[in-house]
């Protein structure tokens, strides 16, 4: 498929759009406000508006490699503040996908260049539960079980985040959850974490306002 194509099915698209409703387009250039924001896997078989059925306008998004949230990533926490707080979205959804090709690398000791670096993190995962990852007979199984575990590790360090925090402490309402997509299916599986206060977090983590007494 060319350039040519793809320009092609753009103007079939809007086409399609305008007929099916004439004011779609001039309600998108006005204002987005999304409720959601969501993390995912760079994979192009996990297309997040049609995953959940949402129109543009509706979803905000950011896409990794691996759905990773990096407290060093500023592109990561550019999206995640302005969606926060300038879009004050209410809910952040972390969504991977079994059979991640970026699990799959990070479980395995081959060298892909640049990408290494950030696979290392995915590593970390690994290592803080190889005892139950390891004891999982299948590759496939190992596989799918750090996909989830990464999930959760992502949704951890979220709640982490000063950008998180701040909200929950202004009394914004802001919920926090994991979900898992299967490519074979189609479906969304959620795991069970969804959290909207810093109650679970482990005080280290837990950030006071300089106005606070830290004692």
């Known amino acids: 498929m060319t350039m040519q194509d793809l320009m092609h099915n753009n103007q079939a698209w809007a086409d399609e759009?305008?007929?099916?409703?004439?004011?779609?387009?001039?309600?998108?250039?006005?204002?987005?406000?999304p409720e959601y924001l969501w993390i995912?896997?760079?994979?192009?078989?996990?297309?997040?508006?049609q995953?959940?059925?949402?129109?543009?306008?509706?979803?905000?998004?950011?896409?990794?490699?691996a759905n990773v949230v990096l407290h060093t990533d500023f592109n990561c926490l550019s999206v995640l503040q302005f969606a926060v707080d300038v879009l004050k979205v209410r809910h952040i959804i972390v969504?991977?996908?079994?059979?991640?090709?970026?699990?799959?690398?990070?479980?395995?000791?081959?060298?892909?260049?640049?990408?290494d670096n950030w696979l290392r993190h995915i590593k970390?995962?690994?290592?803080?539960n190889k005892s139950e990852i390891d004891n999982l007979r299948y590759e496939q199984q190992r596989i799918n079980r750090m996909c989830e575990l990464n999930?959760?590790?992502?949704?951890?360090?979220?709640?982490?985040?000063?950008?998180?925090?701040?909200?929950?402490?202004?009394?914004?309402?802001?919920?926090?959850?994991?979900?898992?997509?299967s490519?074979?299916?189609?479906?969304?599986?959620?795991?069970?974490?969804n959290t909207n206060?810093?109650?679970?977090?482990d005080p280290v983590f837990r950030m006071k306002s300089q106005n606070e007494n830290p004692e």
């Open 95 to 115: 969504c991977g996908h079994y059979g991640c090709g970026g699990i799959k690398a990070a479980l395995g000791d081959t060298e892909f260049g640049l990408v």
């Open 197 to 201: 206060n810093t109650k679970d977090i």
């Open 40 to 49: 995912g896997c760079s994979d192009s078989r996990v297309p997040a508006n």
């Open 151 to 181: 999930v959760i590790e992502q949704v951890n360090n979220l709640t982490k985040t000063k950008i998180v925090q701040h909200a929950w402490e202004r009394g914004q309402e802001l919920n926090i959850h994991g979900v898992i997509y």
């Open 124 to 128: 970390d995962v690994y290592v803080q």
């Open 183 to 193: 490519i074979a299916d189609g479906l969304l599986k959620e795991l069970k974490l």
């Open 51 to 65: 995953v959940v059925g949402l129109d543009p306008g509706e979803l905000f998004v950011h896409r990794n490699i």
């Open 17 to 33: 759009q305008k007929t099916q409703d004439p004011e779609f387009f001039h309600r998108l250039s006005l204002q987005q406000n």
